[in-house]
């Protein structure tokens, strides 16, 4: 019996969300973590690859907690450290968070282990040209999911 599309396209989604899942998890328990959390270390890593400073809300796009919960994980990186609040040159109402030489210093060191796991990972369980394709196809459902007018936000 063949899947109609839109089960196709659920049976999909349900396999990526429990790829995910199993993945996080086994990087969660790697001793790597130098007392940041994974949602620490998301939000330190969301910044390094972005030339400046940023506006909460942009962080907030590419991280995975509400607004609330960012504002809140955002005031304890800065408490320690690892972030710093500039005014915004643009909205002198705004704010725009950049790494501290402290926050970018950890989240290389941290980052450096998380990306040998990563490819520890990935390598056992997939070809290369499967890489390749699961590396277009998310890029392509971001593209998708960024730019389409339609689109509500995501519940996950």
Known sequence: ????????????W?????????LMKRFAAEPIWDELTMREYDVLYTLSKHDGPMRLFELGRGVL???????????????????????DPEDGRG???ALTEAGRERQRRVGGRHAVDVARAVTAALTDEEMRQLEAIGRKL??????????????L
């Open 14 to 22: 349900e396999s990526l969300l429990t790829a995910h899942a199993a």
């Open 142 to 155: 971001a593209a998708r999911s960024s730019t389409d007018p339609t689109r509500k936000e995501a519940v």
């Open 1 to 12: 019996m063949t899947r109609s599309r839109s089960r196709l396209a659920n049976d999909a």
């Open 65 to 87: 907690l509400s607004q609330p919960a960012l504002s809140r994980l955002v005031e304890r990186l800065v408490d320690r450290g690892l972030l710093e609040r500039a005014a």
């Open 95 to 97: 704010v725009r968070l």
